[in-house]
């Protein structure tokens, strides 16, 4: 959201993007589809303590530090944009919340979580000294014009801080192979990180009882592992043993490799409960993909459809054992997902994107 915001902006403003990390502009643009080139925007690097800046975690250290950056530079300029999640810049700004992480106790918290998010003294320690650095009090976020990837995100967000929030949905550049529809691969793709949150035991259940009662579908697991991969690699060894003939784990692959394993099969199927809203979902239903997900989250906004949207893993089973008898019904559910794809288009975003800004400018 970042990388297609400046893209959007870029014709229009001078803009200035404010990051800890890497700017590769060739490397990003190439994942993500924009086609940012080094005069069109300025890089301000945020000075970040040495050994911080190499690693993924202490993540809340690293955003307060952000935002005291952001917060000695922000009178430089007309308008601020936070692109992932909330930032108090000192001044009225947008913020495009991406999950919500940064707001605690919106969402009860997994088990293996509570020892280092719960509220325990050495989080207290922790959080005490991020505060110490800039203050992570929602006071003053709240001042932000917010605005969430989903419905869902939102109304949390607005029934937690009472804070009004609208939906701005992330875009989709990917581009996919126009595969027929009846040349496409009768099996289903998941697409993630390979950690327990995207269930990818239960959806492995519910394709196992759909093949016993007579459809031979099968599974692509596209993701890699998350930090040292041990879950991952258990998890591999297990289904691999029990199924070795019908379940394939792909890995980590490149965009152009993901792209045409999508494209080449007819279905897609989410595990997470509780996704903010589902890129992957989004990717799928773009290339044409019939996407069954849990009813629970943002991605159901994407799918916006009951035969595509399921309860529990009997449920589950039953909308596609009804969805593989019943061919004629796909060009039905293709077209409205066709249809619901155009919320979540780069067009769709951009044209928000320029319309919130244009409007803060002018009012300031």
């Not at 950690?195 to 009882?209: F, S, T, Y």
């Not at 890699?224 to 890995?251: I, M, N």
Request: proline share 5%; glycine share 8%.
């Amino acid at each position: 959201m970042a990388l297609w915001t400046v893209e959007a902006l870029k014709d229009d403003y001078d803009v200035s993007l404010i990051t800890s990390g890497e700017v590769n502009l060739s490397r990003l643009n190439l994942f993500h589809g924009t086609s940012l080139m080094g005069g069109e925007l300025s890089i301000l690097p945020v000075p970040i303590p040495l050994g911080l800046n190499r690693t993924k975690k202490f993540a809340a250290l690293r955003g307060r530090f952000i935002q005291r950056y952001c917060q000695r530079v922000a009178t430089n300029f007309d308008l601020m944009i936070s692109a992932y999640n909330p930032c108090d810049f000192g001044i009225p700004g947008i913020q495009l919340v991406a999950d919500l992480e940064d707001l605690p106790q919106i969402l009860p918290l997994k088990n293996w979580k509570r020892m280092w998010y719960g509220d325990t003294p050495l989080r207290r320690a922790y959080l005490t000294l991020c505060d110490w650095i800039s203050s992570g009090k929602p006071e003053g976020w709240m001042k932000n014009l917010t605005l969430a990837n989903s419905k869902w995100t939102a109304g949390l967000i607005q029934d937690k801080y009472g804070v009004e929030v609208g939906v701005i949905y992330p875009p989709v550049s990917s581009q996919y192979s126009l595969t027929r529809y009846e040349n496409k691969s009768n099996g289903f793709v998941c697409i993630g990180r390979i950690i327990p949150e995207k269930r990818i035991e239960d959806i492995v259940e519910i394709l196992a009882r759909v093949r016993t009662i007579g459809h031979e579908v099968h599974l692509h697991v596209v993701g890699g592992p998350d930090g040292k991969g041990r879950y991952s690699a258990e998890l591999q060894e297990k289904l691999h043993k029990l199924y070795p003939d019908w379940v394939f784990f792909e890995g980590r692959i490149d965009e152009e490799s993901k792209n045409s394993v999508i494209s080449n099969h007819r279905y897609g199927i989410s595990g997470r409960i509780g996704e903010p809203f589902g890129i992957a979902v989004a990717e799928m239903v773009k290339a044409g993909s019939i996407v069954l997900v849990p009813d629970n989250g943002g991605q159901v906004e994407i799918v916006d459809h009951p035969n595509l949207v399921y309860l529990d893993v009997p449920d589950a089973v039953y909308k596609i054992d009804y969805l593989l008898n019943n061919v004629e019904t796909h060009t039905a559910l293709r077209e409205h997902l066709l249809t619901e794809s155009q919320k979540f288009s780069v067009e769709t975003f951009q044209t928000q994107i320029k319309g919130l800004v244009s409007d803060c400018v002018t009012r300031r």
